[in-house]
C-alpha cells in the first residue's frame, strides 16, 4: 500500500505496525456515571479513514442522555471530586498519566486507525504529549493556590474536541479540568471517537470516582445539546471559527466560562538570512504533519525574494521524498486525509486554488508524483506558487497538506502579509538574526510563535490565539485560568 | 456678585485627539442630581462611534510599541494633571453625583490614586501574568502578555469618575486602546476627565470618549469587525441588552466582559481581572544549541 516516490532508487520494505494489540468492540455506548450504557439514540458508524472499514458502532447521544451525563458530573463534583483533596486529585491523573504510558502503543496504534495519522506520529508526538500532559497538571492539583488564579473549581465542564488530534485534545481537555476539581463531559469527534471510549476504560482501570470523567459520543446536535445544557459552569471547544462562534452566541447572557481554540492560517516566514536546509523541515513539518490537519499549521509560507527560487527548489525535492500511504507503515509520513467530508473541501480549495493562481510564470499548483491508495481517503502533499493576499488558498483555512507560496521583500512587508487574516493562532520565523527574530516575534500577532522551529508542543506552553483563532489559553500555568473561578 | 456674564463650557466628543461635536447634529440636556439644567451634551450617533474605532485602530500600533515605562509616566501624568484640577472635578462630582463636597472630595481622591495604581502597573503585569516555561526539550520558551487590540468600553452609569477611571485606566495601561461610552445620565466629569488626558500627553486616539447612550451607540460597537473587545461593565443589570451585545460581539469573537448584576463597588481593590480581560498571551519557542 505504501508508495515509492517516482526516481526513488531507495525502495523502502513495508514495515507495518501490528494491529492485534487493539481490541476493538463491534459497538460502544456511552460512559456515563462510571458505566458504559446505552444511549437513548441512534449509533453511527466510525470508520479508518486509510481503508475505509467499518471499526465500530458508536451509540449517538441524545438530549436526555447528555443531561443524564451532565447530571452523574454534577453528582461527583458535588460529592466525590469538589471536596477531595486537591493532593488526592493529583494521585488520581498520575495514576492516568502512568496507565496511558503503560497502554501507549495499543492508543498509538488505535489512534492511527481511527483518524487516519501515521503511526509514527501517534506513536512519537501524540500519546507521549498525552501522558506528560496528566503528568504536568497532576502536580498543579495540590498546588493552586501558588499560580494565582485562586482555587474554586467552576462545577462542570462540557468539552467538545475535534478529530485531529483526538487523544491529545481530549488530554489538554480533562487534565486541567479535573486537577483544578472540576469534573467533565466530553464529546470527541464523530469521525474519530474510538480512543476518548478507550480512555474511559482507563478512567476504570485507575479508579476514578464514577462520574468525575463522562464521555458522551454523537455529532454537532450532540456537542449543541452540551454546551447549551444550563447545568454546563464551562465550556471548552476546539475545532472551526464557526462553531466556535456559533457557541459565543448561545452562551451569551449565561454565566458559563468559555475556551475556544478555533482555525488558523499561520504564516511561516523565511528571511534570506535562515538556513535554508533547516527552514524546508520546519516548512515540511509546519503544513505536512498530520496531513496538515493542525489549526496551527504552517500553511501560507511567506518566503523572502531573494531566496524563493532556491527554497522552493530544495523544497519540492524535499516533498518528493514523503512517504504517503498506509498509516500503520513506520515508514509513512502522511496518512489518510480523516474524512471523505473533509477530503472533498481540500480537493474543493484546492482547485479553486488553481483557477486562482493559474499558469503564468512561477504560479501553480504542484505536487510530487505519488500512487495514492485506491480505497481510502487520500490528498498529495500540494504547493501553490503564485499566490496572492486575496486568493481564498490565502484567506481561508483549508486543513489539509496544502501550502500557499507567498514572497516578500521587506521585514515590514512580511509583518503587514503575515497579520493579514482574521486568524492569529500561530506563526513561524526562520532567521538566523537574533534581533530580528525578536522584532518578529514582537509585530506578528499570534498566540504562538515558533523561531526557527514549528509545531512545537509541550503541556508546560500556553497554546491558544489571537483575534478570531478563538480566546483562553490551554497548556501551562496560564491554562488553570481557564478552569477557575 | 459680580455683573460679569460667565463664558459657558460646550461639552463635546473625545475622538482622535480632537473634540467634535457629534457628526449627528444632536446633543441631549443634562442635569444635575436634583434636575436642573446644567449643560447640552453631545449625543454620540453610530458614525461618531465608527470614527473613534478608527481614531483608536490608527493609535493601537504607536501606543502598544511605546516601552512600558513610558506608558507609566503617560497614565501617571494624568494622575497629576487630575490632582491639580481638584476643585473642577469635586464640582463636577457633586453636580453630576449629588453627593456633599466631602464626598465628592474622597471619590476625586479615589480617581486619582487609582490612576496611580493603574501607571505602575504598566511595566510590572508582564512579570506577573507573564511566565518562562520550562518545556521538555532544548527550546526557549517564554509567555509574555500582549494588548488585545481596540477595546469598546461601557462606563459605569453610577460613577461618573471614579467608575470611569476604573474602567479605562485598565484597558490601556497594557497598550489597548479604548472607545469609552460615559455615563448616559452624568456624562460631563468624561468630558473633563478627556479634557485632562488631551493635556497629559496620552496620544490621540488612545482613548476616545463618547457621550450618549450605550443603548443606541453600543450595538455598533459590539458588531464592529475592527473592535477586538467590549466591557460591558457599564450597563451593569440591563440583561437583554447585555445579551444582545454579547451574541454580536461573537461576530469577531471579541473578548467580553460581562455585565455584572449591580454596579460594582468601585472604592473596592480592583484586582487583576480588568486588565486581564483585554490581554492575549503569546508564546515565543526558540531551539537552545551550538
Known amino acids: 500500500m505504501t508508495t515509492t516516490p517516482a526516481g526513488d532508487v531507495f525502495a523502502y520494505a513495508p514495515a507495518p505496525e501490528s494491529r492485534a494489540i487493539v481490541d476493538i468492540k463491534a459497538s460502544y455506548g456511552l460512559f456515563v456515571g462510571g458505566e458504559f450504557v446505552d444511549g437513548g439514540g441512534t449509533s453511527f458508524k466510525t470508520i479508518n479513514p486509510a481503508t475505509e472499514e467499518v471499526l465500530a458502532e458508536v451509540a449517538e447521544a441524545t438530549d436526555a442522555d447528555v443531561d443524564a451525563a451532565v447530571k452523574a458530573a454534577r453528582k461527583a463534583y458535588d460529592k466525590v471530586w469538589g471536596p477531595m483533596p486537591g493532593r488526592e486529585r493529583a494521585k488520581y491523573l498520575y495514576r492516568i498519566a502512568r496507565i496511558i504510558q503503560e497502554r501507549g502503543r495499543e492508543l498509538a496504534v488505535l489512534e492511527s486507525i481511527d483518524n487516519g495519522k501515521p503511526i509514527r506520529e501517534a506513536r512519537d508526538v501524540d500519546v507521549p504529549t498525552v501522558a506528560a500532559h496528566f503528568f504536568y497538571y497532576a502536580g498543579w492539583a495540590d498546588k493552586l493556590e501558588y499560580a494565582g488564579h485562586g482555587t474554586t473549581p467552576l462545577g462542570v465542564a462540557g468539552q467538545v474536541i475535534p478529530w485531529n488530534f483526538p487523544l491529545l485534545m481530549l488530554a489538554w481537555k480533562i487534565a486541567p479540568a479535573l486537577a483544578c476539581g472540576n469534573t467533565v463531559v466530553l464529546k470527541p469527534a464523530e469521525t474519530t471517537p474510538l480512543t476518548a471510549l478507550l480512555f474511559a476504560e482507563i478512567c476504570q482501570q485507575a479508579d476514578l470516582p464514577a462520574g468525575v470523567v463522562n464521555i458522551v459520543t454523537g455529532a454537532g446536535a450532540t456537542g449543541q445539546a452540551l454546551v447549551s445544557h444550563p447545568g454546563v459552569d464551562k465550556v471548552a471547544f476546539t475545532g472551526s471559527t464557526d462553531v466556535g462562534k456559533a457557541i459565543a452566541r448561545s452562551v451569551a447572557g449565561t454565566d458559563k466560562k468559555v475556551t475556544l481554540e478555533l482555525g488558523g492560517k499561520a504564516a511561516n516566514i523565511v528571511f534570506d538570512d535562515a538556513p535554508l536546509d533547516q527552514a524546508v523541515e520546519g516548512i515540511v513539518n509546519g503544513i505536512f504533519f498530520n496531513q496538515g490537519h493542525v489549526c496551527c499549521a504552517g500553511s501560507r509560507l511567506l518566503v523572502q525574494e531573494s531566496v524563493a527560487d532556491e527554497l522552493l527548489a530544495k523544497l519540492k525535492r524535499r516533498m518528493s521524498t514523503l512517504r504517503v500511504g498506509d498509516p500503520l507503515d513506520k515508514n509513512t509520513d502522511i496518512g489518510a486525509i480523516n474524512s471523505a467530508e473533509q477530503l472533498a473541501r481540500i480537493r474543493e480549495l484546492s482547485d479553486i486554488g488553481e483557477a486562482e493562481v493559474g499558469t503564468g510564470e512561477g504560479a501553480g499548483r504542484w505536487s510530487p508524483a505519488c500512487d495514492l491508495p485506491s480505497t481510502g481517503f487520500w490528498f498529495p502533499p500540494t504547493l501553490f506558487t503564485g499566490v496572492s493576499q486575496a486568493h481564498r488558498i490565502a484567506r481561508e483555512e483549508i486543513f489539509g497538506p496544502v501550502l500557499s507560496v507567498l514572497t516578500f521583500r521587506t521585514p515590514s512587508e512580511a509583518v503587514e502579509k503575515a497579520n493579514n487574516t482574521p486568524y492569529g493562532l500561530s506563526a513561524g520565523v526562520w532567521t538566523d538574526k537574533g534581533s530580528l527574530i525578536l522584532h518578529m516575534a514582537n509585530a506578528l500577532r499570534a498566540g504562538v510563535v515558533w523561531a526557527n522551529t514549528f509545531n512545537k508542543f509541550d503541556p508546560t506552553s500556553p497554546f491558544g490565539g489571537y483575534k478570531e483563532s478563538g480566546y483562553g489559553r490551554e497548556g501551562g500555568k496560564h491554562g488553570l485560568e481557564a478552569y477557575l473561578k | ?290
Open chain 2, 1 to 290: 456678585m459680580s455683573d460679569r456674564i460667565d463664558v459657558r463650557k460646550t461639552y463635546k466628543l473625545y475622538i482622535g485627539g480632537a473634540f467634535p461635536r457629534s457628526e449627528s447634529g444632536y446633543s441631549y440636556e443634562v442635569t444635575d442630581s436634583k434636575g436642573t439644567f446644567v449643560a447640552n451634551a453631545s449625543l454620540a450617533s453610530r458614525k461618531d462611534a465608527r470614527d473613534a474605532v478608527v481614531a483608536a485602530r490608527k493609535a493601537f500600533g504607536g501606543w502598544s510599541a511605546r516601552t512600558a515605562y513610558n506608558r507609566a509616566q503617560i497614565l501617571y501624568r494624568v494622575a497629576e494633571v487630575m490632582e491639580d484640577r481638584r476643585p473642577q472635578f469635586v464640582r463636577a462630582v457633586e453636580q453630576s453625583e449629588g453627593l456633599r463636597t466631602k464626598d465628592a472630595d474622597k471619590v476625586v481622591d479615589a480617581a486619582v490614586d487609582r490612576l496611580v495604581w493603574y501607571a505602575g502597573w504598566a511595566d510590572k503585569l508582564t512579570q506577573v501574568v507573564g511566565n518562562a516555561n520550562p518545556v521538555a526539550g532544548p527550546f526557549f520558551n517564554l509567555s509574555t502578555p500582549e494588548p488585545t487590540g481596540v477595546v469598546a468600553v461601557l462606563a459605569p452609569q453610577g460613577s461618573s469618575l471614579l467608575g470611569l477611571v476604573s474602567a479605562v485606566a485598565p484597558v490601556v495601561v497594557s497598550g489597548n486602546t479604548a472607545v469609552v461610552v460615559s455615563s448616559y445620565a452624568r456624562p460631563l466629569p468624561a468630558v473633563t476627565f478627556a479634557e485632562v488626558l488631551a493635556t497629559s500627553d496620552v496620544p490621540g486616539g488612545v482613548v476616545n470618549i463618547l457621550t450618549g447612550a450605550a443603548a443606541t451607540v453600543a450595538p455598533w460597537l459590539a458588531s464592529h469587525q475592527d473592535v477586538n473587545a467590549i466591557d460591558l461593565t457599564g450597563i451593569a443589570g440591563e440583561t437583554q441588552l447585555a445579551t444582545d451585545l454579547e451574541v454580536a460581539a461573537a461576530d469577531n469573537l471579541k473578548r467580553v466582559r460581562r455585565a455584572p448584576a449591580a454596579e460594582p463597588d468601585w472604592s473596592a481593590d480592583p484586582g487583576l481581572d480588568a486588565m486581564t480581560a483585554f490581554l492575549e498571551t503569546k508564546t515565543v519557542w526558540h531551539p537552545i544549541g551550538v
